[in-house]
Structures are given as structure tokens and as C-alpha cells.
């Protein structure tokens, strides 16, 4: 059974930085796209950004592109999210999740979550 657990979350100022990470277990790591969604309050859960399964293609959503950067390390089941220029509107709970093929899908579809890390932006 796939287990994805988050942390680094926390509550940082605008234009600082933080670092997520996932650490996954229940199958390869090393087969298998992994991403990053975000859900802010009364908001629906947003695609973020995600990484194939050598970390060679990666994809971003626009709003965070240039500022976000997500990475993997297959030796230790983990993929990161670092996030810098933080602005109030990444304000959320983040979320890790594990893709059912080793490329990222078109339509972002996915069956598996963590229980997500709160990351709070202060103006």
C-alpha cells in the first residue's frame, strides 16, 4: 500500500523561502512520476508541480513557475518542493502524490495522496 508523508511545511514571510519533502513507501519509489497539489481555503485542490521518474521532465503550474522548483532523490524514496518568493497566495495545504506511471500524465489524474503539510504566508 502506497504511504506518502510530507513535512517541512510551516509559516514563513512573504519573499522567504521553505522546503517540502515526501517520503514515500509501499512500492518502487524509482518507477513512478511523483507531484506536488495545493488546497487553500475554499479553493479547490490545484496542481502544483511534478517530476517524471528520473527527475528529467518536469512540469509547473504557471503561477508558481520560476519560483518552485521540485526535485528527487530515488536512493531515498523522497521528492522535494522548494518554494521561494513566497507570496500570501500560496497559502495552503500541500499535498504529495504519487503518479500510476513512471511519466506524469496528461490529465494530472492520480489515485494516491499524503496527509498534507500546511504552509502559511504571512504579507
Known amino acids: 500500500q502506497v504511504q506518502l508523508v510530507e513535512s517541512g511545511g510551516g509559516l514563513v514571510k512573504a519573499g522567504g523561502s521553505l522546503r517540502l519533502s515526501c517520503a514515500a513507501s509501499?512500492?518502487?519509489?524509482?518507477?513512478?512520476?511523483m507531484g506536488w497539489f495545493r488546497q487553500a481555503p475554499g479553493k479547490e485542490r490545484e496542481f502544483v508541480a511534478a517530476?517524471?521518474?528520473?527527475?528529467?521532465?518536469?512540469y509547473y503550474a504557471d503561477s508558481v513557475k520560476g519560483r518552485f522548483t521540485i526535485s528527487r532523490d530515488n536512493a531515498k524514496n523522497t521528492v522535494f518542493l522548494q518554494m521561494s518568493s513566497l507570496k500570501p497566495e500560496d497559502t495552503a495545504v500541500y499535498y504529495c502524490?504519487?503518479?500510476?506511471?513512471?511519466?506524469?500524465?496528461?490529465?494530472?489524474?492520480?489515485?494516491?495522496w499524503g496527509q498534507g503539510t500546511q504552509v502559511t504566508v504571512s504579507s
Open positions: 517530476i517524471n521518474w528520473s527527475g528529467g521532465i518536469t
Open positions: 509501499g512500492r518502487a519509489f524509482r518507477r513512478y512520476a
Open positions: 502524490t504519487q503518479f500510476d506511471s513512471d511519466y506524469v500524465p496528461r490529465n494530472r489524474y492520480t489515485d494516491y
